[in-house]
C-alpha cells in the first residue's frame, strides 16, 4: 500500500470518526498515531507523538487561549453580558426589530470578551430571548437573531478558532485578530439589514418598544465604560503593536480581576467556577492542538497535501478557483461537522495549496473562520441552534432552523464579498504593520 493511499484512508478515517461523534482530540491523536505507526513503526510514532506533546504544553503562544477564557469567565460574572444588551436595547429598542439589533449588537460586544460562538449563544440568548418574547417578537426572528448573532463570536477577537488556526499554521494570532476586525464588523452590519429588511416588510415580527429618554442611554453607557476600556486596551494594544498577543492575555486577564473587584462581585467561589471552566476548556483545545499537529505531521508523512498542491499547479488553477474550492468543501463539510474538527481536519490539506498558489495565509485564516461560522448554524448538525433549543425549550427545533434561514443567506452574501474583495481581511493588517 503506497504512502498516498494510507494518507486518503486516513483522512476517510478521521471523517468516520468525527460523523460518528468521536471526541476530536481522541479521532486526531488516533489516526494519527496509527497512521504514523504504520508509515514508520511504532516505537518512532510514539517517540514523534511525545515531542509534539511536549513541544505545545511549552509553546508560550499557547498561554493566550486560558488567559483570554479566563478573561471572558470573570466578565461573565461581572454581568458584562447583560449591560452590552441593555445598552443596546436602549438605543434601538424603539425601532421596529429593535430588540432583535440589539442582540446582534450585545453578541458582538460579547464575543469581543468570550471569543466563542457557542458561550456568545448561550449568554446572550439567556438575556434577550426572554425580552424579545416578553414583548411580542416572533418566535422565529427573536431565535434566529441570537443563534446567527452568537456566530459572530468565533470571529471576533480575541477569537478563540482564530488562535487554534494560528498555532497550526505557525501564523501570527495579532496579525490574525487585527485582520478580523474588519469582517467581523460588517458580518454584524449584514445581520442588522435582514433584521431591518424583515421587519420594513413584516412589522408585526419585531415590534418597537416605547422610545429610552436619554438620560437612560446614557446611563447604559456608563455601566460599560469599564468593560469597554478593557477591550479597546486589549484588543488595541494589539492592534497597534502595544502588546504581543500573550502579554495582552495577562493584561486582560488582570483587568477582569480589577472590573470584577469594582462592580462588587470578586470572591472566593466565582474565582473557583472561573478557574475550574478555564481550565477544563483549555485542557479540551489543548488536546485537539496536539492531536492536530500529529494528525498534520502524518499527513505530511503521506504526502497526500503535496500531491494535491502539485495537481493543482497542474492543472493550472488561479487562486479564485482555489478560494471557492475552499468554501465550497468547508461548507459541504460544516453539515457534519463542528468548528474545531473541521479546522483540524483541513487546515493540514488546504494550507500547502494555500501557499502554493499564493493566497495569503493570513486571508485563509479568515476566510476559513468565516465559512466554518456557517455551519454553526445550518443544518444538519447546527451546534448554535441546539444551543438556543436549550434556552427557548418552548419554541420547535423547525422553528429555528427557519428564523435562521434568512441570516443565512446574508452569510453567503458575506462570504462572497469577502472572497471578492480580500482587502476586508488584509487592510488593517497593512495599515497598522501587524
Excluded at 187 to 198: N, P, R
Aim: net charge positive.
Amino acid at each position: 500500500m503506497t504512502p498516498g493511499l494510507i494518507g486518503i484512508l486516513g483522512v476517510l478515517l478521521l471523517f468516520a470518526m468525527l460523523s460518528g461523534g468521536v471526541p476530536i482530540a481522541v479521532s486526531l491523536i488516533l489516526v494519527g498515531l496509527g497512521g504514523l505507526a504504520v508509515l514508520i513503526s511504532p516505537e518512532a510514532a510514539v517517540i514523534k507523538a511525545a515531542v509534539i506533546g511536549f513541544d505545545i504544553a511549552g509553546k508560550y503562544e499557547l498561554g493566550v487561549l486560558p488567559l483570554f477564557l479566563l478573561m471572558a469567565h470573570v466578565c461573565f460574572a461581572a454581568g458584562a453580558s447583560r449591560d452590552f444588551f441593555d445598552a443596546a436595547a436602549k438605543f434601538v429598542g424603539h425601532k421596529r426589530g429593535g430588540l432583535a439589533l440589539a442582540s446582534i449588537a450585545a453578541c458582538g460586544g460579547f464575543g469581543a470578551i468570550s471569543g466563542s460562538s457557542l458561550a456568545t449563544v448561550a449568554t446572550i440568548g439567556l438575556v434577550a430571548y426572554p425580552e424579545m418574547r416578553k414583548h411580542g417578537y416572533s418566535p422565529a426572528l427573536a431565535t434566529g437573531a441570537v443563534t446567527a448573532g452568537g456566530s459572530i463570536g468565533s470571529l471576533v477577537p480575541p477569537s478563540a478558532a482564530l488562535i487554534v488556526f494560528g498555532i497550526l499554521t505557525e501564523q501570527s494570532i495579532g496579525k490574525l485578530f487585527t485582520a478580523a476586525i474588519i469582517p467581523a464588523t460588517t458580518q454584524g452590519l449584514f445581520y442588522m439589514a435582514v433584521i431591518a429588511i424583515l421587519c420594513a416588510f413584516k412589522p408585526s415580527l419585531g415590534p418597537g418598544l416605547p422610545r429610552a429618554p436619554w438620560r437612560e442611554r446614557f446611563a447604559s453607557l456608563v455601566r460599560l465604560w469599564d468593560v469597554t476600556l478593557l477591550i479597546s486596551v486589549v484588543i488595541g494594544g494589539i492592534a497597534v503593536g502595544w502588546f504581543s498577543p500573550t502579554e495582552a492575555a495577562s493584561v486582560g486577564g488582570v483587568g477582569a480581576l480589577l472590573l470584577c473587584a469594582r462592580r462588587k462581585q470578586l470572591s472566593v467561589p466565582m474565582l473557583r467556577k472561573a478557574l475550574t471552566s478555564t481550565l477544563r476548556t483549555t485542557g479540551m483545545i489543548y488536546a485537539i492542538v496536539i492531536g492536530a499537529i500529529t494528525f498534520s505531521a502524518f499527513i505530511a508523512a503521506t504526502g497526500v497535501a503535496a500531491s494535491l498542491a502539485d495537481a493543482v499547479a497542474g492543472a493550472h488553477a488561479d487562486k479564485l478557483t482555489v478560494t471557492l474550492a475552499i468554501v465550497g468543501v468547508v461548507l459541504a463539510l460544516g453539515m457534519f461537522l463542528d468548528g474545531l474538527a473541521l479546522m483540524t481536519l483541513t487546515v493540514p490539506i488546504f494550507l500547502p495549496i494555500v501557499t502554493h498558489v499564493g493566497i495569503d495565509p493570513i486571508f485563509f485564516g479568515i476566510l476559513l473562520v468565516r465559512a466554518m461560522e456557517i455551519g454553526f448554524v445550518h443544518p444538519p448538525v447546527g451546534m448554535n441552534v441546539y444551543v438556543m433549543h436549550s434556552i427557548a425549550k418552548d419554541v420547535p427545533l423547525m422553528t429555528i432552523f427557519k428564523g435562521v434561514v434568512p441570516f443565512l443567506i446574508s452569510d453567503l452574501l458575506h462570504v462572497a464579498l469577502l472572497v471578492a474583495v480580500p482587502g476586508m481581511a488584509l487592510f488593517l493588517p497593512k495599515l497598522l504593520g501587524a
